[in-house]
T-cell receptor, first 109, second 117 residues
């Protein structure tokens, strides 16, 4: 089975940098994804790491260390619109995706 | 390209009644997933179809839930009879087969909010 852990809440101010960590225990691992969900909305894809290292997409970056079963999402130059829930998700061999419990990010002015 | 479409957007039923949720994935996406989010908590996996076959249904809570994907196109999720704890938002997502670009990206529908009274 799959087990993922994330902090439940993170608070930061506009313009700051925040890192959301994700640790996982899996019976099979093929990659780590990150999704953003605003209240009342659908989860939307942010990034995917299949190999170790850093992936950068604009203000967002994601990192994976398979040997440590650990990854993180880094959000830079925070904006008010970044207030949302962020989920890490593990992909297994069967192309199933299991989501973590989610981290609620609050960005303050 | 049309996105993932779910219907209804909101359903309010009484305990013991039946509800059927429908999901139309992105055309050509072999993979179709059902998830549920309850009270702002985790996005819980329910099941995964590859075309019309159930790849993994380990997340289905019990036999009151029945999912089908006839012909490998749209899918339905029936809850019969509904219980109070079934309330939540049911999300459908789809992705291309693993050999294609975008295979690691789930595209979600807007969700179907189910309220059981």
């Amino acid at each position: 089975g799959q087990s993922l852990e994330q902090p439940s809440e993170v608070t930061a101010v506009e313009g700051a940098i925040v890192q959301i960590n994700c640790t996982y225990q899996t019976s099979g691992f093929y990659g780590l994804s990150w999704y953003q969900q605003h209240d009342g909305g659908a989860p939307t894809f942010l990034s995917y790491n299949g190999l170790d290292g850093l992936e950068e997409t604009g203000r967002f970056s994601s990192f994976l260390s398979r040997s440590d079963s650990y990854g993180y999402l880094l959000l830079q130059e925070l904006q008010m619109k970044d207030s949302a829930s962020y989920f890490c998700a593990v992909r297994d061999k069967g192309q199933n995706f299991v989501f973590g419990p989610g981290t609620r990010l609050s960005v303050l002015p | 390209e049309a996105g993932v479409t779910q219907f209804p957007s909101h359903s309010v039923i009484e305990k013991g009644q039946t509800v059927t949720l429908r999901c139309d994935p992105i055309s050509g996406h072999d993979n179709l997933y059902w998830y549920r989010r309850v009270m702002g908590k985790e996005i819980k996996f329910l099941l995964h179809f590859v075309k019309e076959s159930k790849q993994d249904e380990s997340g289905m809570p019990n036999n009151r839930f029945l999912a089908e994907r006839t012909g490998g196109t749209y899918s339905t999720l029936k809850v019969q009879p509904a219980e109070l704890e079934d309330s939540g938002v049911y999300f459908c997502a789809s992705s291309p087969t693993k050999a294609l670009p975008g295979a690691n990206v789930l595209t979600f529908g807007a969700g179907s909010r189910l309220t059981v009274l």
